[in-house]
């Protein structure tokens, strides 16, 4: 057999351990143990994570990365690790990749140990601030000025770097921030040799990180049909099987809980990706929509499909800033009227303080929000109207100075013996008062930024290549006018979309992403007709200020809406109690829409 032919039917197994900073300490041991795995990969990294890490270097410069990474994930399977030549990745270096390479290498040495360790650093756009500034370069929805005093500023690189460090010999890569995919591109670009223009191949192994950058989302983890997955405690996290080709298997260790479907993939592919036909990596311009997702086994399935063109030459770089202060007061309301209660005694905090403040000269709240929990505010017009006997108060405010918002979070103790009946506290004492950290993305020239792998003391610089971005896409399918059969039957039903469709929902800053799967392909047509981006933003209008934006996704029957000004902010800007708009999808399958009783009953 050739080379070529090998290479051809070669797979790499790559297990996804980490989905955040703050996962299960279970996905690292059960992988290495149960997933016959060639890599274990981690993501840990969020715009407030880093400006968390930022902060924290700041008061020490050996800190500034992903501390779980060296004393939990690595503590537990580093021994078993090198003797099954599992090769790792990871961007738990944050901001100081370098350090948590050090704390690794000591941990290492404890061990009697001495894994060839590489960290990828170059995505620290804080030194280029004022030459930013100097050019004009702005939020990039916005335009609006880069601020001031920035807390943190990185860019998100690309896998080329990963798949660098592995040609070199490295075992363990240590990066700093990059798009959560990449952990995985980097690795199947080394095995695979895949060129940094194989578009079609590039765009398979971004969807394949992509499917497994939120660990256990993509094994049944918040999915639709919550009580089909078995075994919550023991959910098993992702494997993708991958091959030359760009296709991909979707598994997980055998005898773990969990699900691994067309459904749980499904969800997953849609999670936060806007466009499809557009998704927008350092690496390549991806294009799900004919992707395949197909079941092959069980708790397998097989994605195929991806297709990719030119990246922009850009970066994306996202910054964080200190915007004043926040301040969040929770309580408990009982008995009768509870939210009535809830909302009255929230009004009256807010107009106390705000008196309390002009007697002292002080400028009123910048921003505040009320929230009552168990009354449905969430779906606003369309809440049930029995009212709930027990409700939760969150009070959520914002000001330039710190004193106002510490005297705020005294006088809410009067809440407990001033206003309603039934109000007790849930815990945990006087609410704090925080700096509040906003994000700001912008996108930079890619020439302003050189990755760098160093390994053993030597550093090299890696050359990412600025390629002409093929912008040109298909027509949008929002815009396309579709005719559907029409049912004849004459018995119609009306149903919530969950009767008809699975749903996931994350965020982008201020945009609200809802992917929407077909259950089966019968009601894709009622889907098409009736779940248009109008009435998707007419049923969300109590959440969504700006323009709905429908995507189409054939290969696997779905439907992206693209929501604007949906999430108050969205991110640490927003005083809502889900700023990150993982409770949309719910909200949205709660939508009434008509089906003839024939299509709905069909086998």
């Not at 009123?364 to 369309?382: K, M, N, R, W």
């Not at 809410?412 to 004492?429: C, D, E, H, M, Q």
């Not at 439907?559 to 990150?580: H, I, Y």
């Amino acid at each position: 057999m050739s080379t070529m032919e090998k290479q051809k039917q070669k797979t790499v197994r790559i297990g996804g351990a980490s989905g955040f900073w703050g996962d299960s300490s279970t996905g690292a041991p059960q992988l290495v143990a149960q997933g016959d795995i060639d890599y274990l990969v981690f993501d840990y990294l969020a715009e407030l994570t880093m400006s968390l890490l930022a902060g924290a270097k700041l008061k020490n410069p050996d800190a500034g990365y992903a501390t779980d990474f060296v004393t939990t994930a690595m503590a537990a399977v580093l021994p078993d690790v090198m003797r099954q030549g599992i090769r790792v990745i990871a961007n738990a270096g944050g901001v100081n990749p370098r350090a948590c390479a050090a704390a690794l290498t000591q941990l290492a040495a404890g061990m009697g140990l001495a894994p060839r360790i590489a960290v990828v650093t170059g995505d620290d756009a804080l030194p280029h601030a004022e030459a930013l500034r100097a050019q004009g370069i702005g939020h990039m929805s916005t335009g609006a000025p880069l601020p001031e005093r920035l807390v943190s500023a990185n860019a998100y690189l690309g896998a080329l770097p990963i798949a660098r460090a592995l040609d070199a010999g490295a075992q363990i890569v240590i990066t700093g921030r990059c798009v959560d995919s990449a952990v995985t591109l980097g690795a199947l670009m080394h095995e695979f040799g895949w060129a940094d223009d194989d578009w079609d191949r590039l765009a398979g192994g971004s969807l394949a990180g992509h499917i497994i950058e939120c660990g256990a989302q993509a094994t049944g983890g918040l999915h639709t049909d919550w009580e089909q997955v078995p075994d919550w405690a023991h959910i098993g996290y992702p494997v993708v099987e991958c091959a030359a080709d760009g296709s991909f298997v979707v598994g997980k260790p055998p005898g773990t809980g969990g699900l691994v479907s067309r459904a749980t993939v499904g969800e997953q592919l849609l999670y936060e990706i806007g466009d499809p036909a557009a998704y927008l990596l350092p690496d390549v311009t991806c294009d799900f929509r004919e992707v395949r997702i197909e079941t092959v086994g069980a708790d397998a399935v097989r994605v195929s499909g991806a297709r990719g063109r030119a990246p922009s030459d850009r970066y994306k770089v996202t910054a964080t800033y200190a915007a004043g202060y926040r301040c969040n007061a929770d309580l408990l309301i009982v008995g009768f009227d509870a939210a009535a209660k809830a909302r009255r005694s929230g009004e009256a905090m807010l107009r106390r303080t705000r008196d309390l403040f002009a007697q002292r000269g002080w400028a009123d709240f910048s921003a505040t929000h009320i929230d009552v929990l168990g009354a449905e505010q969430c779906y606003g017009p369309h809440a049930t109207d029995r009212p709930p006997r027990q409700a939760v108060l969150r009070v959520a405010v914002t000001h330039a100075d710190k004193a106002p918002l510490e005297l705020f979070a005294r006088e809410i103790s009067a809440a407990g013996t001033s206003w309603a009946p039934g109000t007790t506290g849930l815990g945990g004492g006087r609410p704090s008062v925080a700096l509040s950290i906003r994000q700001f993305p912008l996108l930079v020239d890619k020439a302003l930024f050189t990755p760098v792998v160093e390994m053993a003391g030597e550093p090299w610089p890696v050359a990412v290549a600025r390629h002409a971005a093929n912008v040109a896409v298909a027509a949008d399918t929002a815009t396309q006018t579709v005719t559907t059969n029409v049912d004849t039957d004459d018995e119609w039903l009306e149903v919530p979309l969950i009767r008809l469709a699975y749903g996931r929902s994350g965020d982008k800053g201020d945009v609200s992403n809802i992917g929407i799967l077909a259950r089966e392909p019968r009601f894709l047509p009622v889907l098409r007709e009736q779940l248009t981006a109008q009435a998707v933003r007419a049923y969300m209008a109590h959440l969504v200020e700006g323009a709905v934006t429908r995507y189409e996704l054939p290969g696997i029957g779905a439907f992206n809406f693209v929501c604007e000004e949906a999430l108050g902010g969205g991110g640490m800007a927003s005083l809502r109690t889900d700023p990150l708009g993982k409770s949309m999808a719910q909200i949205l399958l709660s939508m009434p829409v008509r089906i003839a009783a024939r299509r709905l009953r069909a086998d």
